[in-house]
């Protein structure tokens, strides 16, 4: 669950976030007038400058909803917290090391149903190889890394 829920917040973060009202469409103003490329690198430029950020959402789908909390910085630390229905995991990457912590349910459902009872809710040090997918989706959240993002769309897109 916790890599699945890096991956789309990482979506979301790139696509931006709006509303579903289409009661009234509003006329565009602004940025919303400007070609993508413009307000694009106009975002690259201002993560830039961004030290770090704090995201909450909720992703839904058929098997039922998780809470996601980060707080990215700069330089690469990040805290990230997902919470569904029946567990939560909480994951601190300061590099080059990586923290766990998770409910027991959490490590049975992903796989670890033999330590389960031993790591559950405790802090765990991981080493990045075993926990490599997970941390680096975490990672991409991080505001120097949406800005190389975002600087390679323009150049490509």
């Not at 923290?99 to 959490?106: C, H, N, S, V």
């Not at 680096?136 to 150049?155: K, N, Q, Y």
Request: charged content about 20%; proline content about 6%.
């Amino acid at each position: 669950m916790l890599r699945s829920g890096s991956v789309a917040l990482v979506a979301l973060t790139i696509a931006g976030c709006g509303g579903s009202d289409t009661t009234s469409v509003p006329t565009p103003t602004g940025r919303a007038q400007q070609k993508p490329a413009v307000v694009i690198k106009a975002m690259a430029a201002a993560l830039r400058h961004v030290r770090s950020y704090h995201y909450e959402g909720t992703l839904s789908n058929a098997r039922g909803s998780v809470n996601i909390s980060v707080d990215a910085a700069r330089k690469g630390g990040v805290r990230a917290g997902v919470k569904g229905p029946n567990d939560s995991a909480e994951v601190v990457v300061v590099p080059p090391a990586a923290y766990i912590r998770a409910t027991k349910d959490f490590w049975r459902m992903n796989g670890y149903p033999s330590i389960a009872d031993r790591l559950g809710d405790r802090w765990v040090k991981t080493p990045r190889e075993t926990a490599g997918g997970a941390i680096r989706a975490i990672e991409e959240v991080t505001p120097h890394h949406l800005a190389t993002c975002a600087r390679r769309a323009i150049v490509t897109g």
